[in-house]
């Protein structure tokens, strides 16, 4: 039994320390957070922006790890939406612009003079895509 609770305690810990690595060297090695404070123009505010991804990560976590419920409304959902939504399209958009794969995609499927049209279509498939998914898949009404 001793050595079973270690055995869980152990791997716990390794599997964090992996993903909590992983997640430092996506932000850290690729420069995400400075590149996203120099697109929003918002450098004196680097601090923040780093607690919140810190914040983030520790409260998904320990949210992970628990069976949380929020008893709050249902129309609480439409702000949060739209808060995680702002935040994942502006991490892919700093990790693009870090990467610079729209111009190298564009380059190689030969459209380089369409470029915002490819990205309006990217954009416009996404939207559609998550309300597809949220129309006819999440049940909401439970």
Do not use: C
Request: charged share 15%.
């Amino acid at each position: 039994m001793t050595i079973e609770i270690l055995t869980v305690i152990f791997v716990g810990f390794a599997g964090g320390l992996a993903v909590g690595t992983g997640f430092v060297a996506f932000l850290v090695v690729l420069g995400v957070i400075p590149r996203l404070t120099q697109l929003t123009k918002t450098m004196k505010r680097i601090r923040a922006y780093e607690w919140s991804a810190v914040t983030g990560a520790v409260a998904g976590g320990w949210m992970s790890l628990r069976h949380s419920v929020l008893y709050i409304s249902k129309y609480w959902l439409i702000p949060i939406g739209l808060l995680h939504g702002v935040f994942i399209g502006m991490l892919a958009a700093a990790l693009t612009e870090v990467l610079n794969v729209w111009p190298i995609l564009a380059k190689r499927i030969g459209v380089d003079d369409k470029i915002v049209i490819l990205l309006m279509a990217i954009v416009f498939g996404k939207i559609a895509g998550s309300l597809f998914q949220w129309i006819y898949f999440v049940d909401y009404l439970r």
